[in-house]
Structure formats: structure tokens, C-alpha cells
Nanobody, 124 residues
Framework: QVQLVESGGGLVQAGGSLRLSCAAS????????MVWFRQAPGKEREFVAN????????YYADSVKGRFTISRDNAKNTVYLQMNSLKPEDTAVYYC?????????????????WGQGTQVTVSS
């Protein structure tokens, strides 16, 4: 089992940047595929990006491709989400999650371990 804690959220103007972090504790971090989801007010939680165990492969939602970068540091047990060129529609609670599944899973049900979320607000 793994415990996840997100940080780095906040208020930023449109066009700005934020970097989210998700620190893991418990079982060996490097065995997990990691993902970021987000949930905007009144909307369903949606996939943002994920990254394989080694960090060699990533996948992004079309809405963030070219603006967001997911990365991980297995030595620090941390996954990151660098968010650039932020838009008001990026406003949401951002969650990291972990799965032992090898593939780049994109369904919430495939991720058994979740953090508590961090709020990102982008003002226009």
C-alpha cells in the first residue's frame, strides 16, 4: 500500500505556471504507475496525465498536451505536474493516484490509491 500527499496548488493568473508535487510513502514508489486527475466544480473527475514506473513513457489528455509535463523522481518518491500557460478552464482540484498496473491506465477504477487533492485556481 502507498500513501499519497499532493502539494503546490494555489491561485495563479491565466498564462502563469504552477508545479504540483505528489509525495508517496509506504511501499516502494517505483513499482507504481502514477497519474494526475482533476475535478472542476460541477464536473466529473477527468484524466490529465500519467507516467510509467521508470518515467520513460507518458500520456496526456488532449486538453493539456503541450502545456503540462508529468515527471517523477523515484529517488525522492515524488511525481510532479508542471503546468504552464494555465487557462481558467484548468481550475480544478488536482489528484494524484497510483496503480501497480504496468500499462498507462487512464480509468479512475484502475487506480486504487489516491491523495486528498490540491486546489488549482486560474483567474482570467
Amino acid at each position: 500500500q502507498v500513501q499519497l500527499v499532493e502539494s503546490g496548488g494555489g491561485l495563479v493568473q491565466a498564462g502563469g505556471s504552477l508545479r504540483l508535487s505528489c509525495a508517496a510513502s509506504g511501499r516502494t514508489f517505483s513499482v507504481y504507475t502514477m497519474v494526475w486527475f482533476r475535478q472542476a466544480p460541477g464536473k466529473e473527475r477527468e484524466f490529465v496525465a500519467n507516467i510509467r514506473r521508470s518515467g520513460g513513457s507518458t500520456y496526456y489528455a488532449d486538453s493539456v498536451k503541450g502545456r503540462f509535463t508529468i515527471s517523477r523522481d523515484n529517488a525522492k518518491n515524488t511525481v510532479y505536474l508542471q503546468m504552464n500557460s494555465l487557462k481558467p478552464e484548468d481550475t480544478a482540484v488536482y489528484y494524484c493516484a497510483a496503480t501497480p498496473i504496468l500499462s498507462l491506465a487512464r480509468l479512475q477504477a484502475e487506480y486504487p490509491y489516491w491523495g486528498q487533492g490540491t486546489q488549482v485556481t486560474v483567474s482570467s
